[in-house]
């Protein structure tokens, strides 16, 4: 399949609706996105969908789904979500995990993001590992993938909590048994403004190890990315290109398979990220683009470990599988908050400030560690009817701690204030998942089929959380609590093939995400606990490969119901916490193609619209409530987002040469739900194109790049000045325009 980041450039619509250019590029979004492969036959080859925990032919799948399976010059998560309509993400640069939104559901403000999370509305796995969505961990490398797969809408049945908005799964190459093979790759670019270099290298070894039934797979990568922000501001002097960002991985893959009915596989895998300094600027007060204003670095570094056993067994009239896995992050961040401080004392009188040069930060370390396992029996797919039942467990141990400091201002103020500490928190919690589920998927006729599922899960969250504020409360406060939560989940869903190349659907899916603990504030009268959110996705779609598989038309049509909103919102202590705050409706349509033009060239497209907003009024009482009104639009999502690639892939006598040229668009974003909200703005909308170019001559590829051809400066997140002023606000900006050489060897 020939899939990338990279798409045709067309000029904004505003510029001339009257010229045939920009009418075609104002059209040619309606005809989709990749969902399928490309060989040199011109036909386009099919892909498989397993996130239903069968394999699946895409025809066959009742529901919306992407599949990206070629991960040239793909770099990062929004190199994924920019091919995908109806997915999209909330950037805060490397340093902060990635927001991650599909059909506008999400809830938080698009700020910092400090010690935040994905949204959580939005499930993530690798392979069948799930990872945490409160605390999560920064995007996983994209190296020596099989393929990702996007499910648009609820996929609670089969994934439980968190899936409201969909699923991505990052499904890992697995060691190949027969043949042994080498892939060496290493690239180096310069980003505008910077003064040194990008490097991305990686290794992928694969060799079996015993008579075609036990093989090894290992992957070794590094990168390191300049940065391109300067801060004339630093107490130390000023900073150039603070921004830097390093990521390690390796994972190691053995797969053994010593009889046709039964495997067992095993993997480990090892991330390190750090990041010097935030992907921020402050161009309101410095009249620069990419000039920052802290006072100091910001460095964030964290370690992800995943471990697990997969064991399957095929009976002939089902199979067999087990999973278990073990998931440990681990992340310390320090951020500065001197100008926190001097807004309090605006606001409430001088007291941090009465000492001269004084200087406030965060500090924060997280560990979240999780156990999972689940037994799944499921029927062979040659039969009329289709099933499948299983048992999910799962256990997250969870510890925070983190405090404001302002060095020196114990001894100024003649106060007992241990390691200059003015707040200090520490979080515990334990919860526990239950769950068992079924699906069962019936042929009324050979062509229309009907489908069913169910889950039942039960939740255990413990919590314990400790503060102390000085010098208010120098002896410490605690709280503790414990919730059990149970609920159940369906699904329905019918499928009709009009032609063996054409399909129609309909489906009914709920999602539920599960409620929570917070840490409390001071001030605050919220409730220790906050409740689960629902949604109900109804959606029509139809799926098609036309014009003798040359071309792929996927549409989808849908209306979610999301009740019982769980919103996170900061008290006036600056401690974020959840509240529910009613419910939401979300509208759109998506389509993508892919269209094989002939044996060389593919024309991809995808176009996305979504209308989500508020369809409740709730007013609060409680001063660290933030009202909503009906028709306030979720922030976080632009109503509007297309996508256009031309790809090209040729022989030339003894070499294949391919290019690509893209272009993304990404409409306007409101960063909280309404002007009562602190973080309340616009983000304007922005154009990302990209080029790429390739020769492969035997087992070498020689290839070029540019990223973000225009330098556009689109803004992902910002900052407002309400509890930082002005010095203290930021902007979240792209990565400006990358020129980058790379070389391949594979053997």
């Known amino acids: 399949m020939t899939t990338s980041n990279n798409r045709t450039r067309c000029r904004p619509l505003q510029y001339s609706l009257k010229q045939p250019l920009a009418i075609a590029c104002a059209l040619m979004p309606l005809i989709g996105l990749p969902a399928f492969a490309v060989d040199a036959s011109n036909d386009i080859e099919e892909v498989i969908v397993t996130a239903s925990k069968r394999n699946q032919s895409l025809l066959d799948f009742s529901g919306s789904v992407s599949v990206i399976t070629n991960f040239q010059n793909v770099k990062n998560i929004g190199d994924i979500s920019s091919q995908v309509p109806g997915f999209n993400i909330v950037d805060a640069g490397p340093r902060n995990p990635t927001g991650l939104v599909i059909r506008g559901l999400r809830l938080d403000e698009v700020n910092a993001n400090d ?12 392979d069948n590992i799930p990872l945490q969505g409160f605390f999560a961990p920064l995007s996983p490398g994209l190296k020596d993938l099989q393929q990702v797969e996007i499910l648009r809408g609820p996929q609670s049945t089969l994934y439980g909590n968190s899936s409201i908005g969909g699923l991505i799964r990052y499904i890992t190459n697995k060691p190949d048994l027969e043949k042994q093979s080498l892939t060496a790759n290493a ?29 090894m797979r290992l992957l070794l990568s590094k990168t390191e990315n300049q940065g391109f922000i300067d801060n004339p501001y630093w107490l130390s002097g000023p900073a150039e290109d603070t921004n830097d960002d390093k990521a390690k991985q390796a994972r190691l893959s053995v797969l053994w398979h010593p009889t046709e009915e039964f495997s067992l596989g095993g993997s480990y895998h090892y991330q390190e990220n750090n990041v010097t300094d935030r992907q921020a600027t402050n161009e309101s007060f410095t009249g620069d683009e990419y000039t920052a204003t802290s006072r100091f670095e910001q460095p964030m570094n964290a370690e992800l470990q995943l471990a697990s056993v997969d064991a399957e067994y095929d009976f002939e009239w089902a199979t067999l599988s087990a999973s278990l896995s073990h998931y440990d992050y681990e992340r310390d961040e320090i951020v500065d908050q001197t100008d926190y401080f001097i807004m309090i004392d605006e606001i409430y009188g001088p007291y941090y400030t009465t000492m001269d040069n004084m200087f406030a930060f965060n500090a924060a370390f997280v560990d979240v560690v999780k156990d999972s396992a689940e037994l799944r029996l499921v029927s062979s797919d040659d039969q009329r009817l289709r099933w499948l039942v299983a048992a999910f467990y799962s256990r997250d141990d969870l510890d925070v701690i983190q405090g404001d400091f302002v060095p020196g201002f114990a001894d100024f103020m003649d106060e007992d204030r241990p390691g200059d500490a003015d707040f200090a928190v520490t979080q515990a919690e334990l919860l526990s998942e239950y769950s068992t589920y079924a699906e069962v998927a019936y ?28 010098p208010g409360l120098p002896e410490g406060y605690c709280e503790a609590g414990d919730d059990v939560s149970n609920n159940s989940l369906g699904k329905f869903s019918t499928r009709y093939k009009l032609t063996d190349q054409q399909s129609i659907y309909f489906t009914i899916t709920e999602g539920y995400r599960r409620g929570g603990a917070n840490i409390l504030p001071l001030d605050s009268t919220a409730e220790t606990f906050y409740e689960p959110d629902t949604a109900v996705n109804y959606e029509l779609g139809y799926r098609s490969s036309l014009l003798d598989n040359r071309l792929t038309l ?13 919103v996170r919102t900061t008290s006036s202590s600056s401690l974020p916490y959840f509240m529910n705050v009613g419910d939401a409706r979300s509208t759109g349509v998506e389509l993508e193609s892919v269209f094989q033009l002939n044996s060389a060239l593919s024309l991809r497209a995808g176009y996305s619209h979504v209308d989500a907003k508020i369809t409740e009024t709730v007013l609060f009482t409680d001063i660290n409530g933030d009202d909503v009104f009906n028709g ?47 973080n309340y703005g616009k983000l304007d909308s922005f154009n990302i194109a990209n080029l790429s170019a390739g020769v492969t001559l035997e087992n070498w590829r020689l ?34 325009r990358t020129v980058g050489l790379s070389v391949t060897y594979k053997y």
């Open 554 to 566: 996927n549409v989808a049509a849908y209306n979610v119901e999301w009740d019982n909103l769980q």
């Open 703 to 736: 290839g070029t790049f540019i990223n973000n051809v225009g330098n556009t400066r689109g803004i992902t997140g910002t900052r407002s000045t309400e509890w930082y002023g002005e010095r203290g606000r930021f902007e979240y900006v792209t990565r400006p």
């Open 443 to 470: 042929d009324i006729i050979p062509r229309w089929e009907v489908s069913a599922g169910l889950r039942y899960f039960r939740y255990d969250d413990e919590l314990d959380v400790c503060y102390a504020a000085y």
């Open 632 to 678: 306030d639009p979720l922030p976080g999502s632009p109503r509007t987002e297309w996508n256009l690639a031309l790809d090209y892939n040729q022989d030339i006598g003894s070499v294949v040469v391919d290019a690509s040229i893209g272009s993304s668009y990404f409409g306007e974003v409101y960063t909280a739900l309404n002007s009562g909200f602190r």
């Open 187 to 215: 690239e180096i670019s310069q980003t505008n403004y910077s003064d040194d270099l990008n490097y991305d290298t990686d290794l992928v070894v694969n060799t079996p190890l015993l008579n075609n039934t036990l093989g």
């Open 115 to 126: 010690l935040g999370g994905d949204g959580a509305v939005v499930s993530t796995y690798i």
